[in-house]
């Protein structure tokens, strides 16, 4: 069974800075994409960052030169540094990853999923 679990959520100001993080663990072959994807309250789950194994990175348009999505895969793990944090960026963020062999870029699903952390971004 393979489990994520998200860290590093927290409620800041417009303009501040979080950092979250997510492990993943249980027998994990291996990983061809990790990602953050958010849903804010009344609306769609939205990809907000992907990053695949050889580093090629995808960003939603909103979060484009503020978001930085990285990963460990050492530790399989992947993070996502939010700067400059602003109140639409409000929404619960969830980490997943792709174990199968990536069928287009960016893929077309995730095989497993985190619960959740909340971001609450204040004016």
């Known amino acids: 069974q393979v489990q994520l679990v998200e860290s590093g959520g927290g409620l800041v100001q417009a303009g501040g800075s979080l950092r979250l993080s997510c492990a993943a663990s249980?027998?994990?072959?291996?990983?061809?994409?990790m990602a953050w994807y958010r849903q804010a309250p009344g609306k769609q789950r939205e990809l907000v960052a992907l990053i695949a194994s050889h580093s090629i990175r995808n960003y939603a348009d909103s979060v484009k030169g503020r978001f930085t999505i990285s990963r460990d895969s050492a530790k399989n793990a992947v993070f996502l540094q939010m700067n400059n944090l602003k109140p639409e960026d409000t929404a619960v963020y969830y980490c997943?990853?792709?174990?199968?062999?990536?069928?287009?870029?960016?893929?077309?699903?995730?095989?497993?999923w985190g619960e959740g952390t909340l971001v609450t971004v204040s004016s």
């Open positions: 249980g027998t994990i072959a291996t990983i061809s994409a």
């Open positions: 997943a990853i792709r174990t199968r062999f990536l069928d287009s870029w960016p893929p077309t699903d995730m095989d497993y």
